[in-house]
């Protein structure tokens, strides 16, 4: 079965500092998601993409947060300026159509952790 | 806004005992009500979509119903591999999926 891939699996970083989580969604798939999930925590809607824009975002997806499909290919996650509490699992989530109606393919994620 | 809560937060099962996982849900105009298994270290994986009170869906030990107020996945004889954590999601927006806390299923042979 086709996967969403993440990299890397794992980033740690220091506060302050600038981080890109990276996506490669499923080749047909129109509709692109962050998700993300602090430790013992629900997992959190960040932010949906559909056709090179953002359709949404939650509270949590401020100034810090950016998004962008560079190369019509990978589907990034950028955090400016990290702060502590950015620590979480990311989780890029996509799908073909019809928005959310549709089921979401999740890939593994990327453990961040910002000291 | 929307709110999904989620009973039990563990739940420890035989091998063969089968079992509810509860989920309750108040949204302004449900959309879809979501399950996903979440095993450790990994994203959700999907499972069922509900539209509408009194719909049901199953895949192999799994049996997700729906009502109004809450949505039950009943799970029949299961097996250790069934062992992960259950989670419970509501759509009432465009694109956008609210989560529950989850239940964590420990399936002992």
């Known amino acids: 079965e086709p996967e969403v891939t993440q990299t890397p699996s794992h980033q740690v970083t220091q506060m302050g500092q600038e981080v890109i989580l990276r996506c490669v969604p499923i080749s047909n798939h129109l509709y692109f998601y962050w998700y993300r999930q602090i430790l013992g925590q629900k997992v959190e809607f960040l932010v949906s993409?559909?056709?090179?824009?953002?359709?949404?975002k939650s509270e949590i997806f401020d100034d810090q947060f950016s998004v962008e499909r560079p190369d019509g290919s990978n589907f990034t996650l950028k955090i400016r300026s990290t702060k502590l509490e950015d620590s979480a699992m990311y989780f890029c989530?996509?799908?073909?159509?019809?928005?959310?109606?549709?089921?979401?393919?999740f890939g593994s994620g990327t453990q961040l952790s910002v000291l | 806004e929307d709110q999904v809560t989620q009973s039990p937060e563990a739940l420890r099962l035989q091998e063969g005992e089968s079992s509810s996982l509860n989920c309750s849900y108040t949204?302004?105009?449900?959309?879809?009500l979501f399950w996903y298994r979440q095993d450790p270290g990994k994203g959700p994986e999907f499972l069922f979509t509900?539209?509408?009170a009194g719909e049901e869906k199953e895949k192999e030990r799994l049996k997700a119903t729906l009502t109004k107020k809450e949505s039950f996945l009943h799970i029949t004889a299961p097996k250790p591999e069934d062992s992960a954590t259950y989670l419970c999601a509501v759509n009432s927006g465009y694109s956008t999926l609210t989560f529950g806390k989850g239940t964590m299923l420990l399936v002992s042979p």
């Open positions: 949204v302004s105009g449900l959309r879809g």
């Open positions: 989530a996509t799908t073909t159509g019809g928005g959310v109606k549709e089921k979401l393919f």
């Open positions: 509900l539209y509408s």
């Open positions: 993409f559909y056709n090179n824009e953002i359709s949404e």
